[in-house]
């Protein structure tokens, strides 16, 4: 996959000149993304109904229509925290990704759980990804990280949770969104295997998005799971073979693609609706 090249999600389309001003190194890109975007729930802003809607906007360009609307400024400008878009990890890091593919960086979002976040708990996170030239960094453009190891202390890959967990090495329920809250756990972590895949190969969709084998569920058959966790790292270890294996596996398996309808179980709703991924625009 060229990851210099945008998907129909981190696409800006119409606003791709409001890239063109922003510096071409990461940090500097992650300065301007933490001026565009607020966490939903981690920046203690209570937003109301309409405002909270704005965590499905889902594409970058619909993400910038948001900014724009309300500023119609460079993206530098400065905007107070209670005027940006509403979002979450996923998006900082698709913003990200976006003004770095921009700028022909090859470039990728990355999705596990941090260990950097709480010393009792392992929090699901979506961190940036690109290519240097020589290796791949990761990078957490939301708490201003800019080199991040992809493994225990930093930020592990759902697959590394995942194979883990099946060696019996890890508490599995101490991974998830939140130690408070029902969504961690051997379920959980599974899900997640699916949605790096599918980040990993340019479905870079939302972490409630509901597709194929994506389940509340553990489910009796985890050798799919198990088959990809295990193709991921070693994709991530630089073995190409294992890297065309996965694309081949995503693209011809709809218990892993999406295809072109999902259902969003949006945490500001009561019930899962769904959502088209086809546009036209």
């Not at 209570?46 to 400024?73: K, N, Y």
Request: charged letters at 25%.
């Amino acid at each position: 996959m060229d990851y210099t090249r945008q998907t129909r999600f981190s696409d800006p389309r119409q606003h791709a000149a409001l890239f063109d001003p922003l510096p071409a190194d990461p940090a500097g890109i992650g300065e301007v993304v933490r001026n565009l975007a607020v966490h939903y729930r981690a920046s203690g802003i209570e937003f109301p109904p309409d405002r909270l809607a704005e965590i499905d906007s889902r594409w970058v360009d619909r993400m910038l229509d948001v900014d724009q609307r309300r500023h119609a400024t460079p993206l530098a400008e400065p905007r107070p925290p209670e005027e940006r878009v509403v979002g979450c990890c996923r998006d900082f890091t698709l913003l990200t990704v976006a003004a770095l593919r921009h700028k022909g960086v090859p470039a990728r979002s990355r999705i596990g759980f941090a260990d950097y976040l709480d010393p009792s708990f392992h929090h699901d996170h979506v961190i940036a990804e690109y290519w240097d030239g020589a290796r791949w960094i990761a990078t957490d453009s939301q708490f201003d990280m800019p080199d991040v190891r992809l493994t225990t202390g930093g930020l592990r890959t759902a697959a590394q949770v995942w194979s883990a967990y099946r060696r019996g090495e890890i508490d599995v329920e101490t991974f998830g969104v939140g130690g408070d809250l029902p969504f961690r756990g051997n379920w959980f972590v599974r899900n997640y295997v699916i949605y790096e895949v599918a980040h990993r190969l340019g479905d870079e969709l939302l972490l409630w998005d509901v597709w194929g084998d994506v389940s509340l569920g553990l489910g009796d058959d985890l050798a799919l799971i198990d088959e990809v966790a295990d193709l991921l790292q070693s994709a991530d270890a630089g073995d190409r073979s294992a890297e065309r294996k996965l694309a081949e596996r995503y693209a011809g398996d709809p218990r892993l693609q999406p295809g072109g309808e999902i259902l969003c179980a949006s945490p500001r709703t009561g019930e899962p609706f769904p959502v088209s991924l086809l546009r036209s625009t």
